[in-house]
T-cell receptor, first 110, second 114 residues
Framework: DAKTTQPPSMDCAEGRAANLPCNHS???????VYWYRQIHSQGPQYIIH???NNETNEMASLIITEDRKSSTLILPHATLRDTAVYYC???????????FGTGTSLTVIP | DTEVTQTPKHLVMGMTNKKSLKCEQH?????MYWYKQKAKKPPELMFV???????INESVPSRFSPECPNSSLLNLHLHALQPEDSALYLC?????????????FGPGTRLTVL
């Protein structure tokens, strides 16, 4: 299975964009990139996913590089409620297994 | 409604006890999952049920026994657990096993084994 690498922690000022990077250099052509976040002691919450095109929804934007070896999750206007651990996951096409990486702990600072 | 419910919220049990965790969803999903999450670690997949049949067991010890009585309900039966089994147990569901199916997670059961 493809692995992901994320920085262990990041800070972001409230109201600014938070850009969370993820490396997935061994990703295969039919594997999707998913992003989830987990606020302390709660269940993970789905944010967004993509295959090769950039994606945007009401929560965030996902930018995937052309070679698909890395991606960036963008929270356009971070709030204190966005403080959480953010997981980048590469999902195999034929399976329903999610293998979580170690995640990035994002702290939004007032 | 994208809610997955889990009961109980907290559970404390001794090593000789038998207990069960319950997970329920009413979204018509046909795939359900159990994950285990230790403190400050990412969730780890334990079991996957697809159409009420166990499709994946990630080499989980037999003291954990999953059960899927129907498409809306998933149980995890616990027996003779060890203190190191203390963790947050998360349930999730998805529409199917398709590659684009989003997994929706419940809030988890915080288990403490004494």
């Amino acid at each position: 299975d493809a692995k992901t690498t994320q920085p262990p922690s990041m800070d972001c000022a409230e109201g600014r964009a938070a850009n969370l990077p993820c490396n997935h250099s061994t990703i295969s052509g039919n594997e999707y990139v998913y992003w989830y976040r987990q606020i302390h002691s709660q269940g993970p919450q789905y944010i967004i996913h993509g295959l090769k095109n950039n994606e945007t929804n009401e929560m965030a934007s996902l930018i995937i590089t052309e070679d698909r070896k890395s991606s960036t999750l963008i929270l356009p206007h971070a709030t204190l409620r966005d403080t959480a651990v953010y997981y980048c996951i590469v999902r195999v096409y034929t399976g329903n297994q999610f293998y979580f990486g170690t995640g990035t702990s994002l702290t939004v600072i007032p | 409604d994208t809610e997955v419910t889990q009961t109980p919220k907290h559970l404390v049990m001794g090593m000789t006890n038998k207990k069960s965790l319950k997970c329920e969803q009413h979204m018509g999903h046909r795939a359900m999952y159990w994950y285990k999450q230790k403190a400050k670690k990412p969730p780890e997949l334990m079991f996957v049920y697809s159409y009420e049949k166990l499709s994946i067991n990630e080499s989980v010890p037999s003291r954990f026994s999953p059960e899927c009585p129907n498409s809306s309900l998933l149980n995890l039966h616990l027996h003779a657990l060890q203190p190191e089994d203390s963790a947050l147990y998360l349930c999730a569901s998805s529409l199917d096993s398709s590659s684009t199916d989003t997994q929706y997670f419940g809030p988890g059961t915080r288990l403490t084994v004494l």
